[in-house]
């Protein structure tokens, strides 16, 4: 029961994490298109360094869950490390996402909207490959 709970939780937090992770480079398309609207700019500014601090939070907490599955019920094999290795890739491009926001913050220009679109995608396959070897454990 112990084991459900946690795997359950870990879930429920991972897909609040990816939910900042999706939402967090489309406030950034919208700050590349906003123009000369001031107040806008400052609510998806605020919107933004909100979403930012939420999802390390659900982070953390599905990081830690992650860990207490790995260490108390001993979720081990080859496929365990592939998947680190790309939450590690979501968690690193995470993190630029904030970097982003924050030049915004201070003024500095950002990508192009089209550019910043592109680059809304990259979280994708990578979640779509971790899904995968988690369901398929193929080593």
């Known amino acids: 029961m112990a084991y459900l709970l946690t795997k359950t939780f870990h879930l429920v937090f991972v897909i609040a994490w990816m939910a900042a992770v999706f939402y967090l480079p489309r406030i950034l398309v919208n700050l590349a298109e906003v123009g000369n609207a001031p107040a806008v700019r400052e609510r998806l500014l605020l919107m933004g360094q909100r979403l930012y601090r939420f999802g390390h939070v659900m982070f953390a907490i599905a990081f ?3 860990l207490a599955l790995w ?3 001993h ?3 080859g ?3 592939a998947k680190l290795l790309l939450v ?3 968690l690193a491009y995470y993190i630029v ?3 982003k926001l924050k030049r915004a913050a201070q003024g500095k220009p950002l990508m192009s909207a089209s550019a910043l679109r592109w680059f809304n995608e990259l979280p994708l396959p990578l979640l779509v490959m971790i ?3 988690v369901l398929a454990k193929p080593f």
């Open 64 to 66: 830690l869950l992650g």
């Open 71 to 73: 260490l108390h019920f």
């Open 75 to 77: 979720i081990v094999g």
């Open 79 to 81: 496929w365990l490390h």
């Open 88 to 90: 590690a890739l979501l």
């Open 97 to 99: 996402s904030g970097r």
């Open 131 to 133: 899904v995968w070897l």
